[in-house]
């Protein structure tokens, strides 16, 4: 099945879920580029970022967006995106569907070739957060996805996380991109 190609901002996107993600980064008031610029990495070739972030500390972070039901991107694609990482000094995060209240599967510089960390949004610094032993005690894994989600209502994820974060998903998640219609 081919993704539908949208447009927001100037910019068309692949798909409706990597203009959700530009959705969710302007609601979240970050900084972002799409499809910004291309690397050749020594060992696994060509590398196009989907989205690189900036933060408001100015560090920044990639973002690879899949549209998949689960937390499953193809072996070489990581080991790419590991590379990506390593040569970059940098942070990527893998971004699996739409925006949602849940930890996604990060790559650092130099972590061993199996390891993952997890990696979280709030509306205050520093935006994007490493989860840590902590967190990890509020996070239920799915089994049928993978994907690690707060187990929270409504109320605990705002006092958690801020109202705007709660607000960039949902205007994220219920954008409409038909008829020349904007989500601003």
């Given amino acids: 099945m081919k993704a539908i190609e949208t447009y927001y901002k100037g910019y068309r996107f692949r798909s ?13 008031g970050l900084r972002w580029d799409y499809e910004e610029e291309g690397y050749v990495l020594p060992k696994t070739g060509c590398y196009l970022p989907d989205f690189k972030v900036i933060l408001p500390s100015d560090e920044i972070i990639y973002c690879e967006v899949n549209h998949s039901e ?4 193809a072996d070489d694609e ?3 995106l590991r590379e990506f990482a390593h ?17 996604y599967n990060q790559l650092v510089p130099d972590s061993l070739s199996n390891s993952f960390t997890a990696a979280f949004f709030q509306d205050y610094e520093p935006y994007i957060r490493t ?6 005690q509020a996070l239920q894994l799915d089994s049928n996805t993978g994907r690690l989600h707060f187990k929270a209502d409504e109320w605990r994820l705002r006092k958690a ?5 709660l607000d960039a998903v949902a205007f994220a998640r219920s954008a409409r991109f038909e008829h020349g219609e904007s989500p601003n």
């Avoid at 409706?16 to 969710?24: G, L, M």
């Avoid at 689960?70 to 991107?73: H, I, R, S, V, Y």
């Fill in 131 to 136: 989860a840590d032993a902590y967190w990890f």
């Fill in 87 to 103: 040569e970059r000094r940098c942070k990527v995060i893998l971004l699996t569907g739409v925006p949602d209240f849940r930890a």
């Fill in 16 to 28: 409706r879920t990597e203009a959700r993600w530009a959705v969710f980064f302007d609601k979240l």
């Fill in 78 to 80: 990581i080991r790419k």
């Fill in 70 to 73: 689960a937390d499953d991107f």
């Fill in 161 to 165: 996380f801020g109202q705007g974060l």
